[in-house]
Nanobody
Framework: EVQLVESGGGLVQAGGSLRLSCAAS????????IGWFRQAPGKEREGVSC????????DYTDSVKGRFTISSDIAKNTVYLQMNSLKPEDTAVYYC??????????????WGKGTLVTVSS
């Protein structure tokens, strides 16, 4: 059974850091595109970052470039999102997802349940 479990969310002050984890089971993360998405209250879900380990591919939405870093640990079958210099506008539920596409823009077949990140001003 394919599963994605996010963890690491919480409450942090603006300027602080959090590291989100996405633990995968039922498949190996290096063969899939793994993406982080977020949805803030009253807003549409947006893509935050994507990694395709087997192709050495990473991508970030403009608003997080230079602040967030996506990485993978194949031995742990886990993908991380290191979030630094957090801003109140980063507040959202963060989801990880997996798919067979080259990027994370389409075809994300598997989704986790999300972890809440709250950044206070």
């Amino acid at each position: 059974e394919v599963q994605l479990v996010e963890s690491g969310g919480g409450l942090v002050q603006a300027g602080g850091s959090l590291r989100l984890s996405c633990a995968a089971s039922g498949f190996t993360v290096d063969n899939y595109a793994i993406g982080w998405f977020r949805q803030a209250p009253g807003k549409e879900r947006e893509g935050v970052s994507c990694i395709r380990t087997s192709r050495a591919y990473t991508d970030y939405t403009d608003s997080v470039k230079g602040r967030f870093t996506i990485s993978s640990d194949i031995a742990k079958n886990t993908v991380y999102l290191q979030m630094n210099s957090l801003k109140p506008e980063d507040t959202a539920v963060y989801y990880c997802a997996a798919g067979r596409s080259v990027s994370c823009k389409v075809g994300m077949a598997y989704w986790g349940k999300g972890t809440l990140v709250t950044v206070s001003s």
